[in-house]
């Protein structure tokens, strides 16, 4: 058990529609990340918060958006879903952000 | 465009065996080189890691070489055991202002076999 928590666990929904994933770092962590997993694209960067700051981008689109609160928990919001949306979405954490990352176990999501 | 490149894409070898699993980067400002191990509906979790200013860290059975003028790493797995068996990604990030975001390779599918 990392310590990261991330929930649901299974989300399954239709497309067009729009989902919150929500990601719990581990104690004392400020720093957030977020990635997807998919079979063609593999783990891919998403965005990092740290300490409630944007401080990085990767390949999010722009249908996709997250934040991170003060409490340091942070949620990644897809809309306008789409099929290829389909993936494993991971948070991980670490104290600074040249820290080892901690991974949770991950959202598994399902467009239909 | 990918910047760090694993291979191979799969492996099988035998309990006791030496698994080899190889990746090569690109930026030449990466300065941290994690390996994840991740099993079947779990989340990647860190195996071992180093930095460029060594050539070789050891960690139990598992050892990481690295070749900076190649631009170069790998994973090697001493005394492989079924429990062994999992997907294994390299990768790595720059320590350049405050990103750590990781870039990993596409992934090795280990299977060790009794």
């Known amino acids: 058990d990392s310590g990261v928590t991330q929930t649901p666990k299974h989300l399954i929904t239709a497309t067009g529609q729009r989902v919150t994933l929500r990601c719990s770092p581990r104690?004392?962590?400020?720093?957030v990340y977020w990635y997807q997993q998919s079979l063609d694209q593999g783990l891919q960067f998403l965005i990092q918060?740290?300490?409630?700051?944007?401080?990085a981008k990767g390949n999010i689109l722009e249908r996709f958006s997250a934040q991170q609160f003060p409490d340091l928990h942070s949620e990644l919001n897809l809309s306008s879903l789409e099929l290829g949306d389909s993936a494993l979405y991971f948070c991980a954490s670490s104290f600074g952000p040249k820290d080892t990352q901690y991974f949770g176990p991950g959202t598994r999501l399902t467009v239909l | 465009q990918q910047q760090v490149k694993q291979s191979p894409q799969s492996l099988i070898v035998q309990k006791g065996g030496i698994s080899i699993i190889n990746c090569a980067y690109e930026?030449?400002?990466?300065?941290?080189f994690p390996w994840y191990q991740q099993f079947p509906g779990k989340g990647p979790a860190l195996l071992i890691a180093?930095?460029?200013?060594?050539s070789e860290k050891k960690e139990g059975r598992f050892t990481i070489s690295f070749n900076k003028s190649a631009k170069q790493f790998s994973l090697h797995i001493m005394d492989s055991q079924p429990g062994d068996s999992a997907t294994y990604f390299c990768a790595a990030s720059h320590g350049g202002g405050s990103q750590g975001n990781l870039i990993f390779g596409k992934g090795t599918k280990l299977s060790v076999k009794p």
């Open positions: 930026n030449t400002a990466f300065d941290y």
């Open positions: 180093i930095r460029p200013d060594v």
């Open positions: 918060y740290y300490n409630g700051e944007e401080r």
């Open positions: 104690s004392g962590d400020l720093s």
